[in-house]
């Protein structure tokens, strides 16, 4: 992780300032372009280019530390594998910290499903310049269409917030297109994939960590961006409420979520949504059985067929392998959770929030390979007004 990212962190489990200690660090070679761009925004000092492969983030306020671990800060509030490959390591060092421990909270319901699931997901992912059945091209049409005009002039040379990144091509986009520092959260290992494969960006940071509990501090975002994340949450209120307070005044907040659209349309889609609602828990709960395995291969060859279907109605539609078809499958079968919201129930939680401006986002902006999907599921867009 980049040093710098530390002024924006605190701690998951109570708030509190969190202190670095180094173990393995580096100076990074920084482009031309990246430095130059540091100068214009007046960050460039003499740790920009420090890059922490390995440390703790101690907590003095509850005596909790967290793991950085291959340059991902692990902030979590509770226990991984990560934690223990970390003690291994560097038991030495943990030694100077005899009063301190490893978070030690519960996962939130569905959490560790969806840690499991989503890490297994997207772990073996090559960035090959497809997401989904999206070109990275229209993947960044539709991350700028989603944000408007508006969020993108709020974040430009700001800081903006990706809460679900996966493996952080929205928040490469974002970087890119506000030249921000973008922060891309996520619970699964897919940010351990980001953050290799983004090792050389100094405007990019990624962190492990849980939608419920951020670990950064309050209204630090110019831009909040979260898209197909919250509804595989045990409550989407409640994680768009824990998400929106990170949001400072007069920044933007997009959310997308599965919509009741997604539920009907054609006979066809009608039974494919009752067939997951009646196998995805039973999925879920049993990823590693035989049973299940069986299912999600039978899956990807239905999703295979429909994107066929799809290619030969919009021809920007990317195709489909039997790799990203049991992708898909994974995605859409293995969360515990899918819930379902329509626009007059997520504009009442940014009002809720203190969010004014706030509206729809239009379907028919969306690159066409997308169309389909966003309209019958559901965007939202808010800007923040007056904090206390």
């Known amino acids: 992780m980049w040093s710098r990212l530390t002024e924006w962190l605190s701690c998951p489990a109570c708030g509190g300032h969190l202190s670095v200690d180094t173990f393995v660090e580096e100076r990074a070679n920084i482009s031309d372009h990246d430095r130059a761009l540091a100068v214009e925004r007046g960050i ?34 509770y226990t991984t594998p990560i ?36 890490s297994t997901e997207w772990l073996a992912y090559e960035y090959d310049g497809v997401i989904w059945d999206l070109s990275y091209e229209d993947h960044e049409k539709r991350l700028l269409s989603e944000l408007g005009p508006d969020a993108l002039k709020a974040g430009r040379h700001g800081t903006f917030l990706e809460v679900g990144c996966g493996i952080g091509l929205s ?67 409640k994680a768009v409420k824990a998400v929106g307070p990170h949001c400072r005044e007069n920044g933007w907040m997009y959310v997308w979520l599965y919509g009741s659209g997604s539920k009907g349309g054609s006979v066809a889609r009608r039974i494919a949504f009752h067939l997951e609602e009646a196998t995805r828990p039973m999925i879920a709960r049993n990823l590693a059985s035989p049973i299940s395995r069986a299912a999600l291969g039978t899956l990807s060859f239905a999703y295979l067929l429909v994107n066929t279907l799809h290619r030969v109605k919009d021809p920007t539609v990317e195709k489909y392998d039997y790799g990203k078809a049991l992708h898909a499958a994974r995605d859409r079968f293995t969360p515990l959770y899918a819930h379902r919201h329509d626009y007059p129930e997520v504009a009442a939680w940014f009002q809720d929030l203190g969010f004014e401006d706030i509206a729809e986002v239009d379907w028919r902006t969306m690159p066409t390979a997308n169309e389909d999907n966003y309209r019958r599921n559901t965007g939202v867009r808010g800007r923040r007004g007056r904090t206390a």
């Open 171 to 237: 928040t490469f986009f974002a970087a890119k297109n506000m030249e921000c520092d973008a922060i891309g959260v996520d619970l699964s290992l897919a940010v351990l994939v980001a953050t290799k494969h983004f090792r050389d960006n100094p405007f990019l940071h990624f962190v492990q960590a849980s939608a419920f509990s951020i670990p950064l501090k309050k209204e630090v975002a110019d831009v909040i961006y979260t898209h197909g994340v919250l509804h595989h949450t045990y409550s989407t209120e």
């Open 44 to 77: 460039l000092d003499g740790d920009f280019n420090r890059y922490i492969e390995a440390g703790l983030l101690a907590c003095s306020n509850c005596k909790t530390y967290f793991p950085i671990m291959h340059g991902l800060p692990v902030l979590v509030p």
């Open 83 to 118: 934690h223990h490959e970390f003690s291994g390591a560097f038991s030495d060092h943990l030694t100077k910290y005899p009063d301190y421990h490893f978070p030690n909270s519960a996962p939130v319901s569905g959490e560790q499903f969806v840690m499991n699931s989503f």
